[in-house]
């Protein structure tokens, strides 16, 4: 059940999901609601803005009301070789003692494949630094390496679905822990002893860079921040996009 916190942050300002992310201080925050062109719009403090590539669908009418996303358009990608490339990778380094949260929320229209949300890599498919997906066990994944040496992989416990969901990876430097959470509840949290820098010269939105993991629905905004959002705070982004606010 979520926190009676959770819950007043929610009905207290009656917020659309935009500013209360807003409110949350995002380095990054994409909320892929253009009707034309190639630019993802950033509109969080970092202003890195993104490129959709190989003709995803933009301007698709939202499965979530206009009133609670803050806008009624969503861009929708066919599962075939079309993502999105950040501009500015960088956003996503991150050393030793350097708290890191991404959070999305995707309709999914099948889980029947490895499916990337978001991906950031350097080289191949050995040196995924970050990953927030869909596998095909089914479950959703929150992986990352420290330079290629070190893995750390948290999957949820529920099995993934098809369908609108809100899934937030963490590490938390504090508490050494790579923590997972979906549609608002904690999943899993794994040991996180890396010591090495977290880099990313490429990141993409809808696909891995290395031309595989295609994701195969909406994507209904993604945001990151350079620290560790809390559960309340979780809870409430879950609330806002499901139920309104």
Known sequence: MPTLSAIKRVHAGRQSLESYILGLGPVGYWRLNEL???VAEDIGSGGNNGT????????????????VLGNARVADFNGSNQHIVLSDPTMFYRSQGEDITFWALADFDSTAAVQSVFSGFVGGA??????????????FRFRFRDRGVNLVTADTVTPATTGIHSIVGVRDTNADQAIIYLDGNFENAVADTTTLEIESPTAWLGESPTGQHDFNGRLLGFACFHRVVTLAEIEALHLIAMNGA
């Open 126 to 139: 050995s040196d995924e630094f970050f990953f927030l997906a869909v596998t095909n066990d089914p479950v």
């Open 52 to 67: 959709y590539v190989g003709g995803v669908t933009l301007g698709v009418n939202s499965p979530v009301p206009a009133r």
């Open 36 to 38: 034309s062109g190639t």
